[in-house]
């Protein structure tokens, strides 16, 4: 899993606007992923490319762009061999059907129909994502005067389709290396933390691959 932080920054320390530092974010985004279908690295992908914070928060100016940003990626993304050729299935998690404006919602709506039949690779975005507010969705829909168990909830995530994730690779951490919040709170328990200094439109391949070496590297033991 992906958590790109630093394009802002990256833009910032390059005197760029903000959302040139999205669009550089999303160049380095499928050139990892051209990457990762190629080696077979990993059959789930997990990327979070926007947190409900960032919706809300960010300068309605930024947003405007990030939206196109996101438009424009994944409708040519879905036109390009990564995805027809090698059978990427992609979904997306969060409040974005809610908050996105009519025609985001049916391009990536498109996007999930035309890519739904794919099964060599599953690709999951989180957009206008709160992991918080996703488990206690999940609670709140469980009407039932009885003791609950694991798959009560689980069965009821928005990610349900996610699995337990093995890595989680957090860019742009300078001095600070810390999970952002509410990630997949279900899926990373027993996750596996690789934390950069390298801006996300700097995380490249040789970067990925120094983050896959020192996972391999490492004794998972969970909880054993």
């Known amino acids: 899993m992906f958590i790109p932080d630093g394009n802002r920054r990256w833009a910032k320390k390059k005197n760029k606007n903000p959302w040139e530092g999205h669009k550089s974010g999303a160049e380095s985004f499928k050139e990892l992923m051209d990457y990762i279908t190629k080696q077979s690295l990993a059959k789930h992908i997990s990327f979070w490319a926007m947190s409900k914070d960032n919706f809300i928060k960010r300068p309605k100016k930024e947003i405007v762009f990030l939206i196109k940003i996101i438009n424009e990626a994944f409708k040519t993304f879905t ?17 974005w059907h809610k908050i996105f404006d009519k025609k985001t919602v049916m391009n990536l709506r498109k996007v999930e129909n035309d890519t739904k039949n794919n099964n060599n690779f599953f690709l999951h975005i989180l957009l206008a994502y709160d992991g918080k507010e996703e488990l206690m969705e999940a609670i709140n829909d469980i009407k ?34 810390h999970l952002s919040g509410n990630v997949l709170l279900w899926q990373t328990s027993y996750s596996q933390l690789y934390f950069s200094e390298k801006f996300w439109p700097d995380f490249n391949i040789n970067e990925l691959k120094k983050s896959i070496l020192d996972y391999k590297n490492r004794e998972r033991r969970k909880g054993k």
Request: proline fraction near 4%.
């Open 79 to 95: 036109q390009d061999k990564i995805i027809n050729e090698r059978g990427v299935n992609i979904k997306f998690y969060g409040s």
């Open 144 to 177: 039932v005067n009885r003791k609950i168990n694991e798959n009560d909830i689980k069965n009821r995530l928005w990610t349900k389709d996610i699995p337990d994730v093995d890595l989680i690779i957090r860019t742009g951490v300078e001095n600070d290396p």
